[in-house]
């Protein structure tokens, strides 16, 4: 089986929709998220290719495939993160600007900055006394890097 395209999301779907399916899951690392074009295998041995015509990313809960009784939906692998909790407007900037000097993906969810383990960064939030905590935890969407220039 190819999917060329997503169906939907299954956050989208109604309860009705899900009661009566039969749900395979496709585990993949967040890393892999972004990746248009990849083989996988969903958690009962099928064999899928994927290759996406539209460019984007994928992104927790994409259902691949979809009919009356069955369903093959994206699930990610939790991810070792550093979840930062900055107690100020201050200790946010500080460590937003620090973490953008390295050029550092980072995702946000509801008072929190998430971004994938560093050694580095720890250090960095403890020299800063920023409070962290580290941990396993699934994200929706890939840590994806923004290109730019600083100029020349």
Known sequence: MIIERIE??????????LINRHI???YLESAHL???IQRVKTDHGREIG????DPR?????DILYMDEHNMIVIDVVADDLIVISPRSLTEMGTIAHQLGNRHLPAQF??????????YLVEELLKELQIPYKRE????????RHIGHSHGE
């Open 109 to 118: 969810a509801n008072d929190e900055m998430m971004v994938q383990y560093d």
């Open 24 to 26: 395979e899951k496709v």
């Open 57 to 61: 990313d994928l992104v927790a809960g």
């Open 136 to 143: 396993e935890r699934k994200v929706k969407q890939a840590f």
């Open 34 to 36: 972004v990746k248009r």
């Open 50 to 53: 994927i290759r996406l015509k």
């Open 8 to 17: 939907t999301n299954i956050e989208s779907l109604e309860k009705e929709e």
